[in-house]
Structure formats: C-alpha cells, structure tokens
Nanobody
Framework: VEVVESGGGLAQPGGSLRLSCTAS????????MGWYRQAPGKERELVAS???????RYADAVKGRFTVSTGSGKNTIYLEMNRLKPEDTGSYYC???????????WGQGTKVTVSS
C-alpha cells in the first residue's frame, strides 16, 4: 500500500492551500481517510477525517476554515485549507484505514508553512 501526499508549501496568513493524498495498492474499501499534522515540538494531532459514509470530523481549531473531501474513486482525499494562520504550520500527514483488518497506513508527510 502506498500513500502519497502533495500540495504543501508556503502561504501567507489568510491565504489558502489544497492538499491531496492518493492511496494505491489497497485490497479492501477504505473505511476512513484523514489528515493529521505535527508542529515542531508537538505531538501529531487530527486535523480532519472522512469516513466511507462521508461523515466528517474536524479539529476545533480548523472548523469553518478547512474542508475535507474525497475524490470520485474514494481513494483520494483532499484538504482545502482557507484563512490560514501561522499556527497551521507543520507537517501534514495523510492516513488511510483499510477495511478487513482495519490497518492504518501513513504517507510521508507534506510541509505547510504559514508566514508573512
């Protein structure tokens, strides 16, 4: 199973970025896909997730600013990030949970920097 993220980079406060993540090599339906982030010196935390029934969950810090969605093939997840803040800076990791054994797979991460 391969999980590949893209779309990170530098944005100004108030700006926008869109992250993408595609999973390949899976055998079962993906039960859940999500985005986590880790700021320097802090633990990895959930940003947003979406289940196979399209229910979503967001961290309080990003509600109303970030939107998680999946592609038509259900093996791609997007994170639309608007009104970015410096505290959104960090490495963003994509996680997929495959059905069957419920195994989680992680991408290598993509860096997001919000700075003027």
């Amino acid at each position: 199973v391969e999980v590949v993220e893209s779309g990170g980079g530098l944005a100004q406060p108030g700006g926008s970025l869109r992250l993408s993540c595609t999973a390949s090599g899976t055998t079962f339906i993906l039960e859940r896909m999500g985005w986590y982030r880790q700021a320097p010196g802090k633990e990895r935390e959930l940003v947003a997730s979406i289940n196979s029934d399209d229910t979503t969950r967001y961290a309080d810090a990003v509600k109303g600013r970030f939107t998680v969605s999946t592609g038509s093939g259900k093996n791609t997840i997007y994170l639309e990030m608007n009104r970015l803040k410096p505290e959104d800076t960090g490495s963003y990791y994509c996680m997929i949970r495959e059905g069957g054994w419920g195994t989680d797979y992680w991408g290598q991460g993509t860096k997001v920097t919000v700075s003027s």
